[in-house]
């Protein structure tokens, strides 16, 4: 009587009796869970070669107040966005080389939205931020993305520039991080969503939620719109940190509302009184983003939520000449490049500060006054064998109105 021989696994040994599948090859056997295991093997091999190509080491990584400490080099004041910022970047680092041990505890990503008003820093600092990763790392504009099948862009468009800056490296791109900015201009538009097809406000919101939230994205490869025939990229943004600005200009009013009715009873007067109503960005709470148009969805999906101080004249003239790009160190740069040597006047950067007020444009309103003043001498002076030149006060005013003023007050 022949006996019949029982298949084994050739990884683990099991027969096919105490295994639920038994997979046959040519000349070889393999149980499902050795499928299973290898599996995992196989992901995690492949998430440990691509952290080790972004060079990421817990030993060598950027510590919170080194990334501070960097950002302080280029940009002015704003401690606490900074601190915000710097923590959730060390904290999506920490999370991209955590190992899921017997705990099985995960940690989950902490995606960021900063509020501030124009000419702040909100932009400067993704910028800035940008030059210090070891991850792949992108800005993108959010006034462009409109539902599908409207002119504009997909949502997924946004993870296209991440695969570019990665060299479409999918594995890359999948740990590095995305700043959206004018995250405010998709606010909804009216507080009846029902009434009329938001397709730049509401439903741009929806589809930002499978992206903040963890999900696979087939991504186009080029950006623009999706078409049936387009090759597509799957992404999982599991492991993508979103950090999102926008300056919510108005929303100081929906602050001002709520602290109102919140001052109620015998202490009002008091509590009205400790109120700082030349700052009332840092009394902005998650409801208020509400209240100006962001779905709860979209906000419960970042949970931490921080604010930009407004400028005020000592931070105005430090950003004229202190961080290591500032504006006046550009300029010198330019006519050094001509072999000139530019210096200006102290009274100016006075000057430049007063007019910067006055024009309520924050940091940004600086680069616009002194490319005024400057325009006449920077089309004048490589023509000349001039070798230095003083910009001296009365030079800046006569400039300043020479230029239209009330241009630069609507830019």
């Known amino acids: 009587m022949a006996i019949k ?48 190509k972004l060079g990421l080491n817990l030993k060598t990584m950027p510590k919170p107040r080194e990334i501070k400490d960097f950002l302080d080099q ?23 080389l955590q190992k899921t041990g017997d705990d099985e505890v995960e940690i989950e990503k902490s995606n960021i939205i900063m509020v501030g008003a124009t000419g702040t820093g909100k932009t400067l600092l993704a910028r800035t931020i940008a030059k210090f990763l070891s991850v792949p790392f992108t800005i993108v504009d959010a006034t462009v993305l409109t539902e599908a099948g409207y002119v504009g862009e997909d949502i997924e468009s946004i ?12 594995k890359a791109a999948e740990r590095g991080i995305v700043f959206i900015d004018e995250i405010d201009k998709i606010a909804r538009k009216g507080d009846n969503p029902s009434i009329t097809r938001d397709v730049s406000g509401e439903g741009v919101q929806q589809g930002l939620l499978k992206l903040l939230e963890g999900s696979i994205v087939n991504v186009p490869p080029q950006g623009g719109r999706k078409h049936p025939e387009q090759r597509m990229i799957p992404v999982d943004t599991k ?28 202490h009002s007067v008091e509590n009205t009184a400790k109120i700082d109503k030349n700052n009332m960005m840092q009394y902005i709470a998650p409801q208020d983003l509400k209240a100006f148009g962001l779905i709860p969805e979209i ?3 970042m949970p931490i939520l921080t604010y930009l101080n407004p400028l005020d004249r000592t931070a105005l003239r430090n950003i004229l000449t202190e961080p290591k790009n500032s504006i006046v160190k550009q300029y010198i740069k ?39 003043i400057m325009m006449d001498v920077m089309y ?20 300043l109105e020479k230029a239209n003023i009330s241009r630069l007050q609507n830019i």
């Open 380 to 399: 004048e002076l490589p023509s000349t064998k001039k070798k230095t030149y003083n910009v001296t006060l009365d030079y800046a005013k006569s400039q």
């Open 5 to 52: 021989t029982m298949n084994k696994c050739n990884f683990c040994g099991r027969s096919d009796k105490d295994v639920r599948l038994l997979i046959t090859g040519l000349n070889a056997y393999i149980c499902d869970e050795c499928v299973r295991r290898a599996g995992e093997i196989v992901d995690e091999a492949l998430e440990k070669q691509a952290t080790t």
């Open 239 to 266: 492991n993508i940190l979103f950090i999102c600005g926008g300056a919510f200009d108005g929303i100081e009013r929906k602050i001002a509302q709520r602290l109102n009715t919140h001052v109620v009873g015998y």
């Open 159 to 170: 993870l296209t520039r991440l695969l570019q800056v990665a060299d479409y490296d999918v």
């Open 74 to 96: 280029y940009v002015i004041g704003q401690d606490e966005a900074k601190r915000y910022l710097s923590v959730a970047v060390y904290n999506h680092y920490k999370r991209l």
């Open 334 to 372: 330019l006519f050094e490049m001509d072999g000139v040597k530019l210096t200006f006047e102290d009274e100016v950067y006075e000057y430049i500060v007063d007019k910067a007020i006055e024009f309520k444009l924050g940091a940004r309103g600086l680069r616009s006054i002194v490319e005024a």
């Open 299 to 301: 906000i419960g999906r």
